[in-house]
Structure formats: C-alpha cells, structure tokens
C-alpha cells in the first residue's frame, strides 16, 4: 500500500500491515487527507508468496504419489 501526500514535501511509504487493521489505516488516511494507491498481487504472486512460507497443502505427499493415484507412471 503506498500513501502520498498532495504537496511539495511529498514521502511514499510501503506497507505491510494484518487485513484487520486495513479499515483503521483507511479511517486515519480519511482523517489526515492522504491518498492510498494500493497494488493488489496478482493469483500467481499470492501463489508464490503461499509456497515462500510455506501454505501449501494436499492430499499426496509428493509429485509421483499423486501421478500414481491418477495411473500415470514415470
């Protein structure tokens, strides 16, 4: 999430904060007269960022276990 303000003395930031906080940020930007530009990742880069740490799941425990349950041999 980047926030700008609209004068000469301009700073960007990025941010990384918990969704739960996102409506407090947003009260705060509306307070204050900021402006949020935020960049939602696209299903491949939350894809990733999934496999990074580790939030990945399945019902087999490796690539052959599931070839083998789909009869496909290697």
């Known amino acids: ?5 609209d ?4 700073e960007t ?3 990384n904060i918990p969704k739960d906080d996102i409506k407090l940020l947003k009260d705060l930007v509306k307070k204050f ?3 949020i530009n ?6 491949l880069e939350e894809a990733m960022d999934d496999i990074k740490h580790g939030r990945v799941y399945g019902p087999y425990d490796s690539v052959d276990e599931m070839f083998k ?5 290697v």
């Open 1 to 5: 999430m980047n926030i700008a303000l």
């Open 7 to 10: 004068n000469n003395n301009i």
């Open 13 to 15: 930031l990025s941010l």
């Open 33 to 35: 007269g900021w402006k």
């Open 38 to 43: 935020r960049k939602k990742k696209t299903g």
């Open 69 to 73: 349950s789909m009869g496909v041999h």
